[in-house]
């Protein structure tokens, strides 16, 4: 049903609840994984339009990826990564539409309607801009 599931990484805690989920879930249904996070800082969303080169946090976020892979591979899975440039929520859609997937794996963090009004809501975004289904992991740990 799920022959190749996104999963965006933000490259930060809430990745260790959502990844051993997805990697669950993938390997249940023997899906493989595409490992998406989306560089979003000045030089990122500068890079091609300014001829960059690749910052530190790119570099950071690409060897995140590529060790986050690693872990998975070892255990079996397939993992194959991209790191995008941009705004986080058109660059997820347009990453698992490039790249036919049929589900994208995110974490929430859960936010309140003031957080969410405040720091908008990635997932909130990507649903009403995709018909591809998600799959959303809550980022906090059960009480």
Known sequence: MYRKILVALENGPADTRLLPHIAEFARRLGSDLLLLHVADGWA???????????????????DYLQ?????????????????????PPNEIVKAAEANGCDLIALASHGHKLFADIVHGSTIDRVRHNTTIPLLVVSAKPKA
């Open 44 to 62: 990122a969303r500068n890079y091609d339009q300014l001829n960059l080169a690749a910052s530190d946090e790119m570099k950071a976020d690409q």
């Open 67 to 87: 060790a986050r892979a690693q872990q998975l591979v070892s255990t079996g899975l397939k993992a194959e990564i991209l790191l995008a440039l941009g705004n």
